[in-house]
T-cell receptor, first 113, second 110 residues
Framework: ETGVTQSPTHLIKTRGQQVTLRCSSQ?????VSWYQQALGQGPQFIFQ???????GRGNFPPRFSGLQFPNYSSELNVNALELDDSALYLC????????????FGSGTRLTVV | QKEVEQDPGPLSVPEGAIVSLNCTYS??????FMWYRQYSRKGPELLMY????GNKEDGRFTAQVDKSSKYISLFIRDSQPSDSATYLC??????????FGPGTSLSVIP
């Protein structure tokens, strides 16, 4: 098992730009969830993908979008970046839709300037 | 009222102490209860996962769930400096996303 891998680890973008974050889920895991974690806060749910379909979305605007690929890896895209988007973005995978024992990656630290 | 509340700390204890970490929640639909540990600059790591009221023990860690009071706890026995981290409670329903608490920062002093 290689665990959950996220790339890049750090990223600096300018306000208004677009960004794509990537996640390779743990082997055998078909469900991927994305979370945003601001400094000193708990993770906030963005959305979840199950077998390439979106399966639930948190209170985030449409400029946050995602994809899941046939190998269950996933992308998070954010358009029109705002300063408040600066955060740690976490990807979590699990072996089944209702298995909440998530395995998290180390995250991508996004800074918007 | 927030869905999940957790004392942010920071909590500082001497090595060897028993640590008690707590969360309260408001939605009775939560059926799955997890505790995660997060070290600085790392992703959360699953410590405990339960779906019933009562206690679950794993080594030095005990998770306690009281659904009638909407209250969950994590106890750490014989705390070690390596336990210094942020502890996140997380709750899930049978049909919805997992909600995380804001986390409690713990420091175990040698």
């Amino acid at each position: 098992e290689t665990g959950v891998t996220q790339s890049p680890t750090h990223l600096i973008k300018t306000r208004g730009q677009q960004v794509t974050l990537r996640c390779s889920s743990q082997s055998g895991h078909n469900t991927v969830s994305w979370y945003q974690q601001a400094l000193g806060q708990g993770p906030q749910f963005i959305f979840q993908y199950y077998r390439e379909e979106e399966n639930g979305r948190g209170n985030f605007p449409p400029r946050f979008s995602g994809l899941q690929f046939p190998n269950y890896s996933s992308e998070l895209n954010v358009n029109a970046l705002e300063l408040d988007d600066s955060a740690l973005y976490l990807c979590a995978s699990s072996p089944a839709l209702r298995d909440y024992g998530y395995t998290f990656g180390s995250g991508t630290r996004l800074t918007v300037v | 009222q927030k869905e999940v509340e957790q004392d942010p700390g920071p909590l500082s204890v001497p090595e060897g102490a028993i640590v008690s970490l707590n969360c309260t929640y408001s939605n009775s639909a939560f059926q799955y209860f997890m505790w995660y540990r997060q070290y600085s600059r790392k992703g959360p790591e699953l410590l405990m996962y339960t779906y019933s009221s009562g206690n679950k023990e794993d080594g030095r860690f005990t998770a306690q769930v009281d659904k009638s009071s909407k209250y969950i706890s994590l106890f750490i026995r014989d705390s070690q400096p390596s336990d210094s981290a942020t502890y996140l409670c997380a709750l899930g329903t049978s049909y919805d996303k997992v909600i995380f608490g804001p986390g409690t920062s713990l420091s175990v002093i040698p």
